[in-house]
Each structure stands twice: as structure tokens, then as C-alpha cells.
């Protein structure tokens, strides 16, 4: 029996289609049905390495996770990750294919589709129904051309849609009703449905407007979803989500600094910090200082190292980031970040954008060179410290130089990798993940003399996606949903 499916596209960008369908995915799961997440094509930096050694969105990893099935690369055929003066960096079925930018983009989504059709073909013939996630706005009707994201999708796989307003930025009436207008009529065909998502106050208040969505748009309304905090410490697929505050802490023990440079990626990494009680985790945009008070700077990955690189320095960050050093602090570079600790950073086959190099910031003996060929492992093994870890290796560069013979872990393949300074104050590693690791967070706070890891991160993840999932029940008419679905 083929499987049914249900597609939830959005009004725009960060409406919480992606945490709606992970909470779906496990409310389902625990009905008793097997479920699939898909995303036909997905923007972000923020990737996952899937067990057979492919990329896809983080958040499809997440709802993979949610329906407690393994990711797969069919989860998420095609994924953009933007690159500097290039584009973006595109991926199909989890490995490098080529790199556009948008307009010449545009004209190979056709061969995209087959690909498209295929995973989704796959993923149907495994579970009981399929949730499908649509990619920024169902209104973008000036790439409606080709698309294989949102409208193109739902008609070419016959998918009925529900479509998703986020109350919480004003507007969500005009917003649902307007996209009826200006979708194509056999577009809007598709839809059944409407969630409106993110809601604060009194339910009974929105009863009204409610009704005039309905009656605008002649779809059915099929929940009102109070606003769910705990989703703010699930790991997000857009760097939207870089712009919110980290909750404040009480007493925190351990000042780490992150400066954000533009091409951010894995970003997910420092979330398991931002969640301990005894972090303080500041993020610094450039036009700001890093604070001086900081025991800890971490300069995360990026997908267009080079770029990010010239961006750093432009903000002063290379002038803080020495100064913090002469204070006796220390410096952690996770995989791009990694690369800009270095002495030399190349590019001569122009993989981020013109061929050429950089001078790095020199804190380790280490040179890099980018390639064509991108490393996509899962890995597990024990850092310098003798503390077990397990995560993911996702870059595209070779790293040498005199600090590599002080490796940062011992991977279980026998090989080492990463590098640490002179002094021991400076640290550089590809691996992705590593903080997710509750001995490895205990490690680094008892390093800066701030106690142990107070959370168990996965215990963690697992107790809020059993929240959200309940959250939904108690919101979404998931009943009918399941009718409409097909």
C-alpha cells in the first residue's frame, strides 16, 4: 500500500514549518504509524552528515529524529548552501553537484525534479505517510517558473497542502488571504487547509479572525498553535535563528564569545553550551567588540571561509581575538573557524570564488588548502584529554603544518585530526557535533573551572520533541489532517 502524504508550506520564511513537522512526525510516531519526513529542496548552512556519508538540511535531520527513523539523503534531494561570490553550493542526494547562482539556478530545476520525484517515490514505499515541508513563501510567485520547492511539488506529486501563518510578526490575516490571491487558481486548489502558528494570549481573542481567514480564503482552519518556547532550544535551520537572545542565566561560570561572520554554517554546534546553566554564550555581530571578559571565543564554521575570513578582520575581530590571547585566553576554531587560525588559507581551484589566499590569523602553525574533493564522515573517537566524543566531519580542505603533531582527537579509524598551539591555549578541529557530547561539555567547563555539564542534551532534545509533539495534539485537529492527507 503506497503511503499517504501532506505537505506544509508557509506564508514566508520562519513561520515554524519545520518544527511543526518534526512535532507532527513524533505525535504520529506515537499513534503507531511509520512516518517520513521530506523537504523537496532546502536553503541553509546548517547541514547534517547522514549514516551513509551524505548532506542534508539540519532540520530534516531533526525530523528524522522526531519520527525516530535514521536520516537519509532521499529526506532532502536538493540543498542550497550559499557561498560567497559564487552562489550557492548545490547538493543532490547528498553530494556536491555543482554551484550556481540564483538566476542560472533557476534554469536547472527541471533536471532537478526527477531526482526530486524519486527520493520522495522512495520515502513513500517505506512509511505510512509522508511529511512534507515547503521551502520559504507559497506567495513567491515570481519563481513559481520551474519550482520544485512549494506549488511545483504539490502538483507534480499531487500532494494537498497545508499552509502555515505566523501570528507573531502582524499580519497574519492579510498574509494568508493574500497568498490566496495572488497563487494561481489551480495553485490554490491545492491548499485545504491553515495553521496559524506562534500564538500569545487568549484563544477565544483570535475566534473572529479565525473565521475571516476561513471565509477569505475558503480553506479550513485546522488549529491555533500557542507560541511553544522549549522549541528555541531545538536546533534550528535558519540563521534567523542567530538573532535571538540566549535566555539570561542566573550564575553563569563560563564567558564564551562567538563572533557571527556572514556565511555561519553548522551553527547548531554551540547549542548544547547555550543550553548549560553555567554558560554565558555571546553572540557578536560585526559593528560590536568582543567582550574583553571572555574566557572562551569559539569562531565557528563558515561556507565561504575566504570571504568570512576578509568580513573578520574588516570588523576588528582579528585585533580582539590577539588581544584576548595576550590575556591569557583561549581560542577554539571549529572547521572553517578552524581554517582562520591558521597561517595560510588557499583556494586555488576557486571552489569559494576567484582563486587566490589569504593570510590567516597566524594563532596556529597550520596551513590549509581548499579542494574540490568534500569529506562527509561520521566520526567518533576521543579528544587530546582522553574524553570520548562522537560527530561529523563536513568541509572541503586539506590541513597541515608543525601544530598538527598535537592533534585534537584520535578518531576510532586509527587517524588523528586537528591541531593545538604551542602554549595548549589554541584549538583547532573539523569535527562537527562535539559539544552534543555531555563528557565533552563537562570537559571544557571544568577546563575554565565552571563545574560540569548540568543537562543530558539528548535526553533533552528527546523530552521537548515529546512536548511539542503534545502541544500539537492539544492544537491541531491532527484528525482530520490525517483525512486530508492522501
Excluded at 568582543?290 to 575570513?309: F, Q, W
Amino acid at each position: 500500500m503506497t503511503a499517504r502524504a501532506l505537505m506544509f508550506q508557509g506564508t514566508g520564511s520562519d513561520v515554524g514549518k519545520s518544527l511543526i513537522v518534526a512535532g507532527l512526525a513524533r505525535a504520529l510516531v506515537l499513534r503507531g504509524l511509520k512516518v517520513a519526513p521530506f523537504k523537496p529542496q532546502n536553503m541553509s548552512n546548517n547541514a547534517a552528515v547522514t549514516a551513509d556519508g551524505g548532506e542534508i538540511g539540519r532540520a530534516q535531520a531533526l525530523q528524522a529524529r522526531a519520527a525516530r527513523i535514521s536520516p537519509s539523503v532521499d529526506m532532502n534531494p536538493v540543498l542550497l548552501k550559499p557561498q560567497s561570490e559564487v552562489g550557492a553550493q548545490i547538493v543532490v542526494r547528498g553530494r556536491v553537484y555543482g554551484k550556481a547562482k540564483a538566476a542560472d539556478y533557476q534554469a536547472m530545476k527541471p533536471d532537478l525534479m526527477g531526482a526530486v520525484q524519486e527520493s520522495f517515490a522512495r520515502l513513500k514505499a517505506e512509511a505510512d505517510i509522508v511529511l512534507v515541508e515547503g521551502a520559504g513563501s507559497a506567495s513567491e510567485v515570481n519563481l513559481r517558473t520551474n519550482d520544485i520547492a512549494n506549488m511545483g511539488f504539490a502538483r507534480a506529486c499531487d500532494v494537498p497542502v497545508i499552509l502555515i501563518g505566523d501570528i507573531d510578526r502582524g499580519g497574519v490575516i492579510a498574509s494568508l488571504a493574500g497568498t490566496k490571491a495572488v497563487l494561481d487558481p489551480d495553485d490554490a486548489k491545492m491548499i485545504c487547509g491553515f495553521l496559524v502558528n506562534k500564538f500569545r494570549g487568549d484563544p477565544a481573542l483570535f475566534a473572529d479572525g479565525m473565521a475571516r481567514i476561513a471565509e477569505a480564503t475558503d480553506w479550513e482552519g485546522l488549529g491555533l498553535i500557542p507560541f511553544f518556547p522549549d522549541a528555541r532550544a531545538l536546533p534550528a535551520e535558519d540563521a534567523l535563528a542567530l538573532d535571538q537572545a540566549p535566555a539570561g542565566k542566573n550564575d553563569p561560570k563560563l564567558k564564551i564569545a562567538v563572533p557571527l561572520l556572514p556565511h555561519i554554517a553548522n551553527f547548531d554546534d554551540l547549542d548544547p553550551l547555550v543550553a548549560e546553566p553555567a554558560v554565558e554564550l555571546v553572540r557578536v555581530r560585526p559593528g560590536s567588540a568582543l567582550p574583553g571578559d571572555a574566557h572562551l571565543v569559539i569562531v565557528p564554521g563558515s561556507k565561504a571561509t575566504l570571504s568570512d575570513l576578509r568580513v573578520l578582520r574588516e570588523a576588528g575581530f582579528d585585533i580582539d581575538i590577539a588581544a584576548h590571547v595576550r590575556r591569557g585566553g583561549s581560542v577554539l576554531g571549529l572547521c572553517g573557524g578552524y581554517q582562520i587560525l591558521g597561517r595560510v588559507l588557499r583556494d586555488p581551484d576557486g571552489i569559494e570564488g576567484p582563486p587566490g589566499e589569504a593570510e590567516g590569523l597566524g594563532l596556529l602553525d597550520i596551513e590549509t588548502s581548499l579542494s574540490g574533493q568534500k569529506r562527509l564522515e561520521p566520526v567518533r573517537g576521543t579528544t587530546f584529554d582522553s574524553v570520548p566524543f562522537e560527530g561529523y566531519e563536513m568541509h572541503m580542505g586539506r590541513t597541515e603544518g608543525p601544530d598538527c603533531a598535537r592533534p585534537f582527537a584520535s578518531l576510532a579509524d586509527g587517524t588523528t585530526e586537528g591541531a593545538i598551539s604551542r602554549d595548549g591555549r589554541v584549538y583547532g578541529t573539523y569535527v562537527h557535533g562535539l559539544f552534543a557530547s555531555d563528557p565533552q561539555r563537562s570537559a571544557w567547563l571544568a577546563r575554565f573551572a565552571a563545574g560540569t555539564a548540568q543537562i543530558r542534551y539528548d535526553d533533552q532534545i528527546e523530552t521537548i520533541l515529546d512536548g511539542l509533539a503534545a502541544h500539537l495534539e492539544a492544537h491541531v485537529d491532527i484528525e482530520r489532517l490525517l483525512t486530508l492527507s492522501r
